[in-house]
């Protein structure tokens, strides 16, 4: 049976911080070059510059999904059925339950250039993680997502 209200989000990196870093690695690459006499100038650019683009592909690779019966946050997943409350949360909060509220049995994927995040209560008595919180740049609908998939 085809979900109503299927979720699906890619954390990708901001773009707005795709040129500072790849301006970082272009410097680096820079300073290296000073020291390297010859036709070894260009082997810094080479490697750093592509280094730096797999490494920001790398931190936006995470996936969350709710399909199929389950939350899917990355390679960890949790069944529908164990899921209690879920809460929208805003930068602010999200903030203060990664800080003096935070529960370090928490299961947390937090993107720092991602300000929303939803709150996910694990009702399973035999996991010892009372929450989920996962950072999501549409919380509203993630929470709608969950909410319709458990009611089914």
Same mark, same amino acid.
């Given at each position: 049976?085809?979900? +109503?209200?299927?979720?699906?989000?890619?954390?990708?990196?901001?773009?707005?911080?795709?040129?500072?870093?790849?301006?970082?690695? $272009? =410097? =680096?690459?820079?300073?290296?070059?000073? $020291?390297?006499?010859?036709?070894?100038?260009?082997?810094?650019?080479?490697?750093? +510059?592509?280094?730096?683009? &797999?490494?920001?592909?790398?931190? $936006? %690779?995470? %996936?969350?999904?709710?399909?199929?019966?389950?939350?899917?946050?990355?390679?960890?997943?949790?069944?529908?059925?164990?899921?209690?409350?879920?809460?929208?949360?805003?930068?602010?909060?999200?903030? #203060?339950? =990664? $800080?003096?509220?935070?529960?370090?049995?928490?299961? &947390?994927?937090?993107?720092?250039?991602?300000?929303?995040? &939803?709150?996910?209560?694990?009702?399973? #008595?035999?996991?010892?993680?009372?929450?989920?919180?996962?950072?999501?740049?549409?919380?509203?609908?993630?929470?709608?997502?969950?909410?319709?998939?458990?009611?089914?």
């Amino acid at each position: 049976m085809a979900q +109503l209200n299927p979720y699906r989000e890619r954390l990708t990196v901001a773009w707005w911080l795709w040129l500072p870093a790849v301006a970082f690695a $272009g =410097l =680096l690459a820079a300073e290296v070059r000073l $020291g390297a006499p010859g036709m070894a100038t260009w082997i810094p650019y080479l490697v750093l +510059l592509p280094l730096a683009t &797999v490494g920001l592909w790398w931190l $936006g %690779r995470i %996936r969350v999904e709710v399909s199929n019966g389950e939350l899917r946050v990355d390679d960890a997943h949790i069944p529908l059925r164990y899921v209690g409350e879920v809460t929208a949360v805003s930068a602010a909060e999200k903030r #203060d339950l =990664l $800080g003096p509220y935070a529960d370090p049995e928490a299961f &947390v994927v937090q993107r720092p250039w991602i300000g929303g995040a &939803v709150r996910v209560q694990v009702l399973d #008595d035999a996991d010892p993680t009372p929450y989920w919180l996962i950072s999501t740049r549409h919380p509203e609908a993630l929470r709608s997502a969950l909410d319709d998939a458990r009611v089914r």
